[in-house]
């Protein structure tokens, strides 16, 4: 079982950045993979970015690539998402998320753990 809470969401002018951290409770949290998504009003949730449980391996979303970066400090069970270049279309509530495996990684449902959401709002 794995508890997650985010923090690190704000308003920010458009080419401005965030970090956002995610803190997780649970003994085993080192061995999770673990995800950022985010959903705006009206639309599905949507990957962003995913780090497998040693750090070695990361995923983005195309539309992030070279904006965003995720890492993990597991000695601290957190995770963070360091988003640059923010646009206003970046406005969402983001969400971290946390799986067992490495596959399937944009997939929404493939993530039994979530977190409550930081909202994210960038203005023009």
């Known amino acids: 079982q794995v508890q997650l809470v985010e923090s690190g969401g704000g308003l920010v002018q458009a080419g401005g950045s965030l970090r956002l951290s995610c803190v997780a409770s649970?003994?085993?949290?080192?061995?999770?993979?673990m995800g950022w998504f985010r959903q705006a009003p009206g639309k599905e949730r949507e990957f962003q970015a995913a780090?497998?449980?040693?750090?070695?391996?990361?995923a983005y979303a195309d539309s992030v690539k070279g904006r965003f970066t995720i890492s993990r400090d597991n000695a601290k069970n957190t995770i963070y998402l360091q988003m640059n270049s923010l646009k206003p279309e970046d406005t969402a509530v983001y969400y971290c998320?946390?799986?067992?495996?490495?596959?399937?990684?944009?997939?929404?449902?493939?993530?039994?753990?979530w977190g409550q959401g930081t909202q994210v709002t960038v203005s023009s």
């Open positions: 780090i497998k449980w040693g750090g070695a391996s990361t």
């Open positions: 649970g003994r085993t949290f080192s061995s999770y993979t």
């Open positions: 998320a946390a799986k067992g495996r490495w596959d399937t990684l944009v997939s929404s449902q493939g993530y039994p753990y």
